[in-house]
């Protein structure tokens, strides 16, 4: 198989156990590809974690879980250094952050303090404890989730943490007939428990690495710099995507290209993947909550007024 059969046959797996979500599935094996994490923001119910759940049965890998709370400790999150009187020494107890997919359930209920111990994490792809640099096995792939309805006892995510999301997706309700048919599924059995995997890690390593690979013309990559620059200059902007937002991008169109069976990255992709790699990294001037401008319409007001680069099909 060529790596969109490989892929689609991930998101087909995932698609037994999420319903007629198959876009979110589509951008979660995006961010993976690119090495980059998911914020999964909806109300409780809609599937968040079986998604997670359904993606790592599919890759064969390693799946933790952390349940955010107010009295989370960083420690609990990234493990801790235990005496051991036998042999004197100090030994390292992984946390769960240890894993290769790890779903950050409810990140916004948890302090600042704990929430910035994902920071290098998600980064670095590894933890420092008491002075020690330890690597996160490969693949490392975070999905964090948040309610974005209750605010009460909850901890906003600052801009720096924010900016270490790749995409920013919303799962939504279901249709009617999409419900009624997660009710016949889940009569008699749980879906998720007969999940199988259907690529080894190894086929991920080798598609995160063959992503790289997928041509950006020079053309498409100033496309992505004038769209980031137009974010830094709108009125209702005080703080506009970042090189790093832009470079986030690049990676993300470089994996949709992949997933669609292409070696090269076009103007559509882009523009698709813009509102989620943008919308998040883009913080709102008052005026703009006062006219009820959101960070979503004010990118699709930049994707309108950019002149789209005119592209040689550099595959074919």
């Known amino acids: 198989m060529d790596a969109k059969d490989r892929l689609n046959a991930v998101i087909d797996n ?20 690119s090495h ?5 923001e909806d109300v409780p119910g809609v599937g968040k974690t079986m998604l997670v759940r359904a993606l790592a049965k599919s890759v064969g890998a390693d799946f933790k879980r952390i349940q955010f709370t107010p009295d989370l400790l960083p420690s609990d999150v990234i493990g801790v250094s235990i005496y051991n009187p036998k042999d004197m020494e100090f030994h390292f107890r992984p946390g769960p952050i240890m894993g290769n997919i790890v779903l950050a359930d409810e990140i916004n209920r948890t302090s600042p303090k704990t929430q910035s111990s994902l920071l290098e994490a998600m980064e670095e792809a590894s933890v420092t404890i ?34 270490r ?10 249709s009617s007939k999409e419900e009624v048919e997660v009710l016949s599924r889940s009569q008699l059995s749980v879906p998720i428990d007969e999940l199988e ?30 769209l980031a620059r137009q974010t830094r200059i709108d009125p209702y902007v005080y703080l ?21 069976g292409r070696n ?46 005119v592209q040689r099909l550099v595959g074919q």
């Open 130 to 163: 008491d002075g020690v640099t330890m690597t996160i096995p490969k693949p490392f792939f975070v999905m964090a989730t948040q309610n974005p309805i209750e605010y009460e006892g909850t901890y906003p995510l600052p801009e720096a943490q924010l900016d």
């Open 14 to 33: 995932i698609e037994k156990v999420i319903i007629g979500k198959r876009n979110i599935a589509e951008l979660s094996i995006v961010a993976m590809l």
């Open 165 to 174: 999301f790749l995409l920013k997706v919303k799962m939504g309700y279901p």
């Open 36 to 40: 980059g994490h998911v914020l999964l």
């Open 264 to 309: 090269y990255v076009t103007p559509d992709d882009v523009q698709y993947l813009a509102k989620f790699v943008f919308g998040h990294r883009i913080m709102l001037r008052s005026e703009a909550r006062y006219d009820g401008i959101t960070a979503e319409e004010i990118t699709e007001r930049i994707l309108a007024k950019t002149r789209v680069p």
């Open 197 to 226: 995997a259907v690529i080894s890690l190894d086929e991920l390593l080798h598609l995160q690495e063959e992503a790289k690979k997928i041509k950006v013309e020079d053309s498409i990559k100033s496309y992505i710099v004038d």
């Open 240 to 260: 506009g995507v970042s090189p790093r937002g832009s470079i986030a991008l690049m990676k993300a169109s470089q994996a949709y290209a992949m997933l669609k």
